[in-house]
């Protein structure tokens, strides 16, 4: 079976702070990894995708997220986040030959304060 | 805009009567999703229609059925919900199955099960 482990449910920062948010994964096989935002009152969007390729992989509003295979890890970063980051980020996988069905994690509530 | 609505946000109802959520998409996709996200848990799949098919996650319980009389409409009924049905019900689409294909998500539904 294949998990995803959020290893911080809150993470509270200071505006134009670095921040990197946790992600590791447990799979027998190889797996795609996804980075989910969601905002208050909305609904999840895609952030990033990692599914072949530069395991280094960037979001246009800044965000980035390395896949680190022998540490079975996708953490997401940003060096200098702003208010309107504030927001739930689920991480995700999904199997190779599983159609793109998505395990998600818990969740990481970023708080970032002025 | 093309998007994912579902309807009603919030939806209150009693334990044991049957309740019925909605999702419509204008995006014209082939696949679309069922997921519950119970309160600081990762959203779990339910099940899945590629098109007219019916794909039933192992572990959904039976209470819970799905229709999709149309491309653009599906419907998720709880047929009798208990307490622990209480939880934020997501819908999302993609244009096909697999990985390289992004979901796109609704806004949500959160039932109340009194």
């Known amino acids: 079976a294949q998990s995803v482990t959020q290893l911080d449910s809150q993470v509270p920062v200071f505006e134009e702070a670095p921040v990197e948010l946790r992600c590791n994964y447990s799979s027998s096989v190889s797996v795609y990894l996804f980075w989910y935002v969601q905002y208050p009152n909305q609904g999840l969007q895609l952030l990033l995708k990692y599914l072949s390729g530069s395991t280094l992989v960037e979001s246009i509003n800044g965000f980035e997220a390395e896949f680190n295979k022998s540490q079975t890890s996708f953490h997401l970063r940003k060096p200098s986040v702003h208010i309107s980051d504030t927001a739930e980020y689920f991480c995700?996988?999904?199997?190779?030959?599983?159609?793109?069905?998505?395990?998600f994690g818990q969740g990481t509530e970023l708080s970032v304060k002025p | 805009d093309a998007m994912v609505i579902q309807n009603p946000r919030y939806q209150v109802t009693q334990f044991g009567k049957p309740v019925t959520l909605s999702c419509s998409q204008t995006?014209?996709?082939?696949?679309m999703y069922w997921y519950q996200q119970k309160s600081s848990q990762a959203p779990k799949l339910l099940f899945h229609y590629y098109d007219k098919d019916f794909n039933n996650e192992a572990d959904t319980p039976d209470n819970f059925q799905s229709r999709r009389p149309n491309t653009s409409f599906c419907f998720l009924d709880i047929r009798s919900p208990g307490l622990g049905d209480a939880a934020m019900y997501l819908c999302?689409?993609?244009?096909?199955?697999?990985?390289?294909?992004?979901?796109?998500f609704g806004p949500g539904t959160r039932l109340t099960v009194t």
């Open positions: 995700a996988v999904s199997r190779y030959n599983q159609g793109g069905k998505l395990i």
């Open positions: 995006l014209n996709h082939n696949v």
């Open positions: 999302a689409t993609s244009r096909d199955l697999g990985q390289h294909y992004e979901q796109y």
